[in-house]
């Protein structure tokens, strides 16, 4: 009964490295998001995707991209890291319906030095 | 643009002795408030949703009410175990059909010594 899985648990990068943040669900969601959590900013969210073939951004999108790979996997990219992307990232799923909740992934800790 | 306030930040209480944490918020149009717990070094986990004004749900020593601008969290003698922090989060009636974003408020953090 995984839920949500995050790949990796902890990762450091150099400022101007790329990484990708992955993520895969087994509850057959229909929904996944991409959430960063800062001290004292609580969680903020990069970006989503309502359904399998579609993503959108939220709040915080600018230096990330997304990819829904397939219904289970939704792929988060710093293409060249900054230490302001410093953060723990959360990824989530739903199934999609009206006030389903999300169910979280434990998260990346992303450190760019 | 909706806003979710929590208080207090912090709180510290005693085994047995009982509270109440706070969550404020501003929204066009309450779809949904929820509240979650989150462990160190874990992901937020789902606890309530509360959808109108005068609702009531419970769970163990916890039990999660709801205002027209407010919701309380309250902890009924709670154990150590209970220590973690409480997040509130707000859907709003704009946030979009059956994809949908939630505002989260920055989350109390509950220590509950033995």
């Known amino acids: 009964n995984a839920g949500v899985t995050q790949t990796p648990k902890f990762q450091v990068l150099k400022t101007g490295q790329s990484m990708t943040l992955q993520c895969a669900q087994d509850?057959?969601?229909?929904?996944m998001y991409w959430y960063r959590q800062d001290p004292g900013m609580g969680l903020r969210l990069i970006y989503y995707s309502a359904s399998e073939g579609t993503t959108d951004k939220g709040e915080v999108p600018n230096g990330y991209n997304v990819s829904r790979l397939n219904k289970r996997e939704f792929s988060l990219r710093l293409e060249s890291a900054a230490p302001s992307q410093t953060s723990v990232y959360f990824c989530?799923?739903?199934?999609?319906?009206?006030?389903?909740?999300?169910?979280f992934g434990n998260g990346t800790r992303l450190t760019v030095t | 643009e909706d806003q979710v306030t929590q208080s207090p930040e912090a709180l510290r209480l005693q085994e047995g002795e009982s509270s109440s944490l706070n969550c404020s918020y501003t929204?066009?149009?309450?779809?949904?408030l929820f509240w979650y717990r989150q462990d160190p070094g874990k992901g937020p986990e789902f606890l309530f949703t509360?959808?109108?004004a005068g609702e009531e749900k419970e769970k163990e020593r916890l039990k999660a009410t709801l205002t027209k601008k407010e919701s309380f969290l309250h902890i009924t003698a709670p154990k150590p175990e209970d220590s973690a922090t409480y997040l509130c989060?707000?859907?709003?009636?704009?946030?979009?059909?059956?994809?949908?974003?939630?505002?989260f408020g920055k989350g109390t953090l509950l220590t509950v010594n033995p």
């Open positions: 929204v066009s149009g309450l779809r949904g």
């Open positions: 989060a707000v859907q709003a009636w704009n946030s979009g059909g059956s994809n949908y974003k939630l505002t």
């Open positions: 509850m057959n969601h229909n929904s």
């Open positions: 509360l959808y109108s």
């Open positions: 989530a799923s739903t199934p999609g319906q009206r006030n389903s909740p999300l169910h």
